[in-house]
Nanobody
Framework: QSQLVESGGGSVQFGGNLKLSCSAS????????VAWFRQAPGKEREGVSAISDVSGDASIVYGDSVKGRFTISRANDKNIVDMQMNDWKPEDTAVYYC???????????????WGQGTQVTVSI
């Protein structure tokens, strides 16, 4: 049985940086498409970023609101996918989820496996 766990959430100042990590057990993330999603209070869950499996064409996509500020990457040999978030904005406040699937599904919410989510908020 596979399991995804997000870590790194917490508070971040306006304009600050934070890194989230998605670790997996029972699933080789190198062989999976992995995506980050987020859901803010009262809003629909939205795709943030996604990365293809290592045998693919190294495809990476980002949501329009985070392009140029967030970076998704694989931590080599650690079965972890990170997302570095820079230039934090209040509208980035949300619960962040990672998801994985044997198929690369870009930011479609059809991934098989999901983590429980980690809260990230802006600190005043």
């Amino acid at each position: 049985q596979s399991q995804l766990v997000e870590s790194g959430g917490g508070s971040v100042q306006f304009g600050g940086n934070l890194k989230l990590s998605c670790s997996a057990s029972g699933l080789a993330l190198d062989d999976a498409g992995v995506a980050w999603f987020r859901q803010a209070p009262g809003k629909e869950r939205e795709g943030v970023s996604a990365i293809s499996d290592v045998s693919g064409d190294a495809s990476i996509v980002y949501g329009d609101s985070v392009k140029g500020r967030f970076t998704i990457s694989r931590a080599n040999d650690k079965n972890i996918v990170d997302m570095q978030m820079n230039d934090w904005k209040p509208e980035d406040t949300a619960v962040y989820y990672c998801a994985a699937d044997p198929n690369y599904l870009f930011m479609k919410q059809l991934y098989d496996d999901w983590g429980q989510g980690t809260q990230v908020t802006v600190s005043i």
